[in-house]
């Protein structure tokens, strides 16, 4: 298998089979790829940012207008670290992308480069392959109309079984993303993983204008009355179907196509 798998290699899209993945009756589902790169402090870190921003971003909006995110860690277990999401409205179609960017020869250069260097480009990366829910919003590209990058906080909750999850899916559908956008919090990306590390879970990303305001939303979130309710009666009927929780605050690098 080449090398440079998909934005070469943004990423480890090399490791997936191509699939079909498909909804009720037949109907294709989106689908999102989260790569995470682990960087260590040095040449790392410019020259991650000078093969995606220069080389692997242009090449993939050559082939694909979906939606695309790359986000810089400001907390997270492991920093430096990039963050790299992709949207696609079916596997198939993320797998025809992947042939042509993998094909194109300016990117071909610029990996080789990034590759050839003294040091190696990336200490890791991880791969996910997300798939959308039925209540995600639409999520488009936003880089020309907005003049400044966000905060992004990552949310990952494992569930204990696949019933738990659906029932958190459930949760979300139905009150908790009315008491959401109630208290100011807006979340972009709701998806379940279907390949990648810590199944079952729910991986939700959400903006906000900055840290004060993240905290702000947050903790009208958790003095909401409402919530309390809801939060309660899920636990009496489903037991606790979120046992662990994973949060990492990002940044949307100056490039981004959404910021």
């Not at 989260?34 to 410019?46: A, D, H, I, R, T």
């Not at 960017?101 to 250069?109: F, I, M, R, T």
């Amino acid at each position: 298998m080449d090398r440079r798998s998909f934005m070469a290699t943004l990423g480890g899209l090399g490791t997936l089979a191509p699939v079909g993945m498909a909804g009720p009756a037949g109907e294709k589902r989106r689908v999102f790829t989260l790569e995470q790169y682990f960087l260590k402090n040095g040449s790392q870190v410019q020259r991650i940012h000078d093969h995606i921003g220069k080389a692997a971003l242009p090449a993939l909006s050559r082939y694909h207008s979906g939606p695309k995110i790359v986000l810089e860690a400001l907390v997270a277990p492991h920093q430096p670290q990039l963050a790299v999401i992709l949207g696609f409205e079916s596997v198939e179609e993320l797998w025809s992308v992947r042939a042509k960017v993998v094909a194109d020869p300016e990117l071909a250069k610029s990996y080789e480069a990034w590759e050839s260097h003294p040091e190696q480009p990336y200490e890791h990366f991880s791969t996910a392959l997300l798939e959308a829910t039925d209540y995600m919003p639409e999520l488009v590209n936003d880089r020309e109309t907005r003049k400044s990058s966000r905060v992004f906080e990552l949310r990952v909750y494992h569930s204990p079984t696949w019933r738990q999850l659906r029932a958190l899916h459930e949760r979300f559908a139905g009150p908790e993303i009315k008491i959401f956008h109630r208290v100011g919090v807006n979340p972009i990306l709701y998806t379940s993983t279907i390949i990648g590390p810590n199944m079952p879970n729910l991986t939700y990303l959400t903006p906000f204008d900055d840290l004060a305001s993240r905290e702000k939303a947050w903790n009208a979130f958790s003095a909401d009355p409402e919530w309390a309710r809801v939060r309660k009666e899920s636990i009496d009927r489903h037991g606790q179907i979120s046992s662990v929780i994973q949060i990492a605050l990002y940044r949307a690098t100056a490039y981004s196509p959404i910021r």
